[in-house]
């Protein structure tokens, strides 16, 4: 394209080009050690003692030392056993993810392949309250369960997932491009129960975006505060980050007693499954971030 | 085709389960939310349970008292107004940086002329801090920034975390490094979109890489800037974690670290009414915001066919 220009003009712009390239390497650089040092800290951090003054890069040799406090029974007095708040952040993130994808897809299908009345109304409804956040309704929610001795049980943070209008949303997208119609009727033709041809035929068809969907339900129910710290107070029903919450405000109100050693060990077990996660399916969960959004 | 009829009925037994449990656990709450903010309802703390609810509380309802909630959070010294205000300016603090970065990577990635290496790994990179549980991250923060913490200590002590503008800013740079990845792997999508034919055109006509990316690709990714941009307010209003785990209940230094949402934790077992209110405006704005967000999607015509009503 660029033939009618002449030589020292391409050499020049050769030369502009690779300058331009060197900035844009120095900034991904940059921007690299920002997004990981806090991750290195947190875990040199956590090979340290009580109390941390300045920096380090190297790691001390406290490691095991404060693994061993975090299932001292010093810990267990102040925040409960460690295991049983670690197994129930398994367990309601486990519960919510496996409810979340197959009841929205579950959704999604009577959209896609039914055609009834309601259908348009519900659509639209269902993505008109997509963006609502669910800290809104949060106080009539917390007093209702109060109300119904609820607020110390798994319920309101597992069950609540078989409604995620924004799993439903990334669903039928998905349908629309990966579900042909006539897989549906070949299945009716051959005798197979509505219900029957959803979990036999569909499902595997949606696998990809079922797997996508579950890491992100996964995550950010296991990073989830605000609703978890609203609900439990029992201390065998804690979840991790509520748990954090509790090691910080401890550290606020008694500094003297703070131990940054036991804090930064909590948490690097807190991001563990997530970062484990997260190196083996960096693919699935970078290529399924612009999915659900708007195409340019 | 009579038989397609027939199983109209299975569309609506598959979405019983949707229905169900939406109406119990968000469209009665939300109901429920609308009816306490028109009453004087709160609650006192018994001396039986200090943290919460339970056998020791006094509930004091004395019934309707029409929008005077709405007043008294609207007030210029409103729990509302002020924590609506530290709100914005947080997600402000974080979104200017996070934007522009991301503008500058996304063109970066998708410069044909640039042909950047190892995309793959620095998007992995960047994206890692967003599914990090952003409350360790800000516990972290804290305690790098908290008085000698390592960063204090380096910066020679000036204790960032007391000054109102140092704890804006950590929180800022937090909810930066969160979203930075995110925003950037959304703008790609979009501008890789873009027909490539125009940016060659813009070559051949000697056009700098500032003037493409002025004139080819900013009005070409409007709609997903506008997305991004409305989408992250929603998700700005609903900020919590990470001003929390900071500023603690009180959202110290002066409070400017109290957002909307930490105020209905806050005012859970005592101002039920008055935080009842601030959680219905927070409900209308994020509910008109929603809505431009579908009008976004839809001009982009993603809301799908389901729109219509399907032929077969």
Redesign the interface.
């Known amino acids: 394209m660029a033939r009618i220009e002449g030589i020292a003009g391409e050499n020049e712009d050769q030369m502009k080009l690779k300058i331009r390239q060197g900035i844009a390497y120095v900034v991904l650089v940059i921007l690299m050690f920002v997004s990981l040092l806090p991750f290195y800290l947190l875990l040199i951090n956590a090979t340290r003692g009580k109390v941390q003054p300045g920096i380090k890069f190297i790691p001390e040799s406290l490691f095991f030392k404060n693994i061993g406090k975090i299932f001292s029974e010093d810990y267990r007095a102040n925040y409960g056993n460690f295991l049983k708040s670690f197994c129930n952040s398994i367990f309601v993130s486990a519960v919510s993810t496996v409810l979340c994808v197959y009841f929205s897809a579950l959704t999604a299908y009577a959209i896609h392949v039914y055609d009834f009345r309601l259908k348009k109304s519900v659509h639209t409804f269902i993505l008109l309250v997509m963006m609502v956040p669910t800290q809104a309704s949060a106080i009539g929610l917390y007093r209702m369960l109060v109300s119904m001795n609820l607020t110390n049980s798994f319920i309101p943070l597992t069950i609540p997932a078989i409604a995620a209008p924004a799993t439903y949303f990334f669903m039928i997208q998905y349908m629309a491009s990966a579900l042909p119609l006539e897989i549906v009727e070949a299945a009716r033709m051959d005798g197979c129960g509505e219900y029957k041809t959803f979990n036999i035929i569909v499902l595997p068809i949606l696998k990809p975006a079922l797997a996508v969907q579950a890491i992100f339900v996964f995550v950010s129910n296991w990073n989830n505060l605000f609703l978890p710290q609203m609900l439990l107070d029992d201390a065998n029903k804690k979840t991790i980050p509520v748990v954090l919450q509790l090691i910080k405000a401890n550290i606020d109100s008694n500094p003297m007693t703070a131990d940054a050693g036991l804090m930064n060990m909590f948490m690097v077990l807190a991001i563990l499954p997530v970062v484990v996660i997260y190196l083996l399916l960096s693919k699935n969960i970078v290529g399924g971030v612009s999915l659900g959004a708007v195409k340019g | 085709m009579r038989k397609?009829?027939s199983?109209?009925?299975?569309?609506?037994?598959?979405?019983i389960?949707?229905?169900v449990?939406?109406t119990i656990?968000?469209l009665?709450?939300?109901?429920?939310?609308?009816?306490?903010s028109f009453l004087d309802y709160t609650v006192s703390q018994g001396a039986v349970s200090s943290?919460?609810?339970g056998g020791g509380d006094t509930i004091v309802n004395n019934g309707f008292c029409g929008l005077s909630n709405y007043i008294k959070v609207m007030k210029s010294d409103g729990i509302f107004n002020i924590s609506f205000r530290s709100t914005v300016v947080l997600w402000l603090v974080g979104f200017i940086p996070q934007i522009v970065?991301s503008l500058?990577?996304a063109s970066?990635f998708t410069d044909i002329?640039?042909k950047?290496k190892a995309q793959?790994f620095?998007?992995?990179?960047?994206?890692?801090?967003n599914?990090?549980?952003?409350?360790?991250?800000s516990?972290?923060?804290?305690?790098?920034f908290t008085k000698?913490?390592?960063?204090d200590?380096?910066l020679g002590g000036p204790d960032l975390l007391k000054n109102e503008w140092g704890a804006r800013g950590v929180v800022g740079f937090i909810n930066f490094?969160m979203w930075?990845?995110?925003t950037t792997?959304?703008l790609?999508?979009?501008?890789?979109?873009?027909d490539t034919s125009l940016y060659?055109a813009a070559?051949?006509d000697g056009a700098n890489?500032s003037q493409v990316f002025w004139q080819i690709t900013m009005p070409?990714?409007k709609?997903?800037l506008a997305?991004v941009l409305v989408?992250s307010m929603?998700g700005g209003?609903?900020m919590?974690?990470v001003p929390?785990?900071i500023g603690?209940?009180q959202g110290n230094p002066n409070g400017v670290l109290k957002t909307l949402?930490s105020q209905?934790?806050l005012?859970?077992n005592s101002s039920?009414g008055a935080?009842?209110a601030l959680?219905?405006i927070?409900?209308i704005v994020?509910?008109i915001?929603?809505?431009i967000?579908?009008k976004?999607?839809d001009d982009?015509s993603?809301?799908?066919?389901?729109?219509?009503?399907?032929k077969?």
């Open positions: 397609t009829i199983y109209a009925k299975w569309g609506y037994i598959f979405l389960p949707f229905v449990i939406y656990f968000a009665i709450p939300l109901l429920e939310t609308f009816g306490f943290i919460r609810g970065v500058l990577l970066w002329r640039l950047l793959g620095f998007k992995t990179v960047m994206y890692m801090p599914v990090i549980m952003a409350s360790a991250l516990v972290l923060f804290f305690s790098l000698s913490g390592a960063i200590d380096l490094l930075y990845g995110n792997i959304l790609m999508a979009a501008m890789m979109g873009i060659e070559q051949i890489p070409l990714i709609p997903i997305y989408t929603i209003l609903q919590y974690d929390y785990l603690g209940t949402v209905i934790q005012g859970k039920v935080v009842s959680s219905i927070v409900f994020s509910a915001l929603g809505f967000t579908l976004i999607m982009q993603i809301k799908t066919r389901y729109g219509k009503k399907k077969k």
